[in-house]
């Protein structure tokens, strides 16, 4: 941990219920928010799983009406949160419950926010812009790696501008996030490595951010060797002790990053979704190692204390540690069989500036380490290619 | 870290606000909680040294009004507490706001079980009784130990009973503590060195609580981690750097004890305050060695990870680090300068027995690794004579 002079810092996170099996109190804890009638959004894929129905289920069984919400996307769009915010209206719900991956979490924040506020999702667009309250928020995440369940952060689609709006406040800090390790048993091994690989973006950005305090370091870097000790045996065994481990790391790092916020590489990821219709996490094993190479001498010791976890050497010194956790990392990216350069994802070069330049604007690029221009951010993307 | 199978576990913690200066946020936080009234709860201590005044002014300058009490000493009683209930119904407050050590706090915290709810407070004692809602609260604690501007324990002495009753429950966490280490600077050496070991048995004892969790065993070892670190450092050249990493360390300590709850030390330290008006900091050093070895033989790993943080010498195995971190406690204790035997602090061995039935029915007793029943609390305190 490195020690400096430090401003005034803010830390603020929900109510966490964790284990195998937590999900069945969300009929209590929805009860205990004052709910008669739950607004609950979720997806297909949750549908067809069963989850959706397991957790109507408990509603049912804690004598709760509910009303369903399933038309979300991944990637979800501006205009699916606004039906969903006349739908909550109209149906007159009380409590927003959530439950599903990064989207339908971060659509029932945008329900929450319409329904608390009005006007367009897009009035919100960067930090600080929502005055009044939200209804009570209750959030199950089934993957280990958005940590939309923790953070004030919520990313919705803008169809017409193409891009993804970055909306941060406290108040889309939910007031409980139920995580069950259980959920990801039923999850598929591209998910489960594109989520953790996320949480791992989260952990390194926010770690190094120009807001991080010792309060979300310390949660960075536990989401770090988490994430490096159990991701293997996680995906290649379906092992519940190691899923389970990944749902602490992801926990972690939302803690982090919702705080500390992020940097150059979600700035770059949060475009790239907005242009093209890719799973966010995948997209991170082909950013990251570029941009931490980029913001290394803004901040040295701190990529080397990320590289001393990521080789596994306590003792190496910043500058070779720093250095190293990059190469290991981009290998240890290559041998998951994810794609790991641009080219791989996308036809040519050329949308490149494009994306350089809507980077720029993103409110994640405000805590980058190292001011990251447009120019810069395209010699990430040209670096990344 | 061990690890283990879980079972479902809660972590909650306030909104935090920390930093050199942060004090200066209390009147914005008290009007985002809706105050138009605030009931500040300090005491005798912190009107001569200006904080009281300090925070009126700031509230002031928030156009906020206030009603001031300030009849809190250390080990609050429960008729202070009721009579601070009453002026706050009588005064038609809205927020309550407490500035001080644990003393105030508690005080602050009881205020609002029985302002929200009624009754006596001891009708509160024990875990999970309190069932409507408390008005919102916000602490700014002047120590770095007790952890109460953090937890969701509430320690108030029943006079008639001769016994400090812990009332515990997640309404109990304020809203927003907001911890300035600059107010440190204006405390004396004896309550530094007293509230820091108070945060050290926080984290020992929480972190062999029966039930620990991933969320709070990190929070525990990094607590213990930085008071040895800087302890001395502080105490012996006021460093301001040194303070504010005790205030972390207590923060920490404080996340860690919320939510895991303590043990034997504390069931004893609570007995021992109810019957004798004793600094409640200063009973540590004198029981946290004994109350450790007594339950090693339950958690002999962990006693050996908390060793290994106290010698400093991170190979060291389990049964031999468990056994040196004991001495290298005691020996510490002992250096600081402060009452290590319970001969030094009572005039003769007769309130052992009583001490010792009475700590058994403490709720923090619940939680400790190794049943501790009568017996073993009183052979606990002829160790520690």
Redesign the interface.
Known sequence: MV?R?????????P????????MV?VGQCARRLGARRVFLVSDEGLEKSGWVERVQTILEAESLEWVYYGDVNSNPRDWQVSHGAKLYLETGADVILAIGGGSPIDAAKGIAILAGNGGSIADYEGANRIERPLPPTIFLPTTAGSGSDISQFCIITDVERQLKMSIIS?SLVPNISIIDPLILLTKSQELIIASAIDALAHAVESYVSRIA???TE?QAL?AIELIMRNLRHAVEDRDL?AL??LS?AS?AAGMSFSNAGLGAGHALAHSLGGMFDILHGLVHPILLPAVMRFNTPACQEKMGAIGRLVVGRADMPSRLAAEAGIEVLREYFADLGVPVRLRDILPDRSPLAQLAGASAGDACNLTNPRQADVESLLGICEEAW
Request: charged letters at 25%; zero cysteines; proline letters at 7%.
């Open positions: 020690k002079p430090m401003n005034v810092t803010k830390f603020a996170i109510e966490i219920i964790f284990g195998r099996g937590s109190h406290r305090s010792p309060f310390i536990r002790d389970e481990q602490i926990t």
